[in-house]
């Protein structure tokens, strides 16, 4: 089956420290996104990428680094200068887009990061 | 600045009953309206989409509105059964390439259909 995993589903940082969260697609697309997500909020974009070595920053970006090694993986740092870093964490990705229009995002089922 | 404002917050209806869900926007160069369900723990799931040269769409119990003059779209839930209880999110992007196609989200319904 084709789809997004995300690994660890929970994540426990302690202070100072940083965290790496893992995403894989086997979907074959071009672009790959991560959102955090808090109570009550919408999501908010950290990173994205259309294109394997290229990123750029999203809304929210302070705090977080993000690499795009190969097409499939597209893994989020969470650093130790992220002061609030307690949130649902979420990867998504799209095909590449055509035509000049947007396309749909497919998300995975997420990483609950807590702070120890 | 919310580019996307979503309401209600919560929502109670029946099973059988039509929820509807509102969402507005400010940009006009948004090309692309999805919906997404989310369960509790789970990841949000493309329910619906619309682009805006089309007023309405539906899929099974699922329609979406649009009014691309008021800059408002809606999810309607027909027959709404206990398993649609859920949290439900607008969203819009924009297309053209560049640093475009971002998805920028609503705050989320959270609907509790009763038995």
């Known amino acids: ?116 | 600045q919310q580019q996307v404002k979503q309401s209600p917050q919560s929502l109670i209806v029946q099973k059988g009953g039509i929820p509807i869900i509102n969402c507005a926007y400010e940009n006009t160069a948004f090309d692309y309206f999805p919906w997404y369900q989310q369960f509790p723990g789970k990841g949000p799931a493309l329910l619906i989409a619309i682009r805006p040269d089309v007023s309405e769409k539906k899929e099974g119990r699922f329609t979406i509105s649009f009014n691309k003059s008021a800059k408002q779209f809606s999810l309607h839930i027909m027959d709404s059964q206990p398993g649609d209880s859920a949290t439900y999110f607008c969203a819009a992007s924009k297309g053209g390439g560049g640093s475009n196609y971002k998805l920028t989200f609503g705050k989320g319904t959270l609907l509790t259909v009763n038995p």
């Open chain 1, 1 to 116: 089956d084709g789809g997004i995993t995300q690994s660890p589903k929970y994540l426990f940082r302690k202070e100072g420290q940083n965290v790496t969260l893992s995403c894989e697609q086997n979907l074959n697309h071009d672009a790959m996104y991560w959102y955090r997500q808090d109570p009550g909020q919408g999501l908010r974009l950290i990173y994205y990428s259309q294109i394997v070595n290229d990123f750029q920053k999203g809304d929210i970006a302070e705090g977080y680094s993000v690499s795009r090694e190969k097409k499939e993986s597209f893994p989020l740092t969470v650093t130790s200068a992220q002061k609030n870093p307690t949130a649902f964490y979420l990867c998504a990705s799209s095909p590449r887009t055509g035509g000049g229009f947007s396309q749909p995002q497919h998300f995975g089922d997420g990483t609950r990061l807590s702070i120890l």
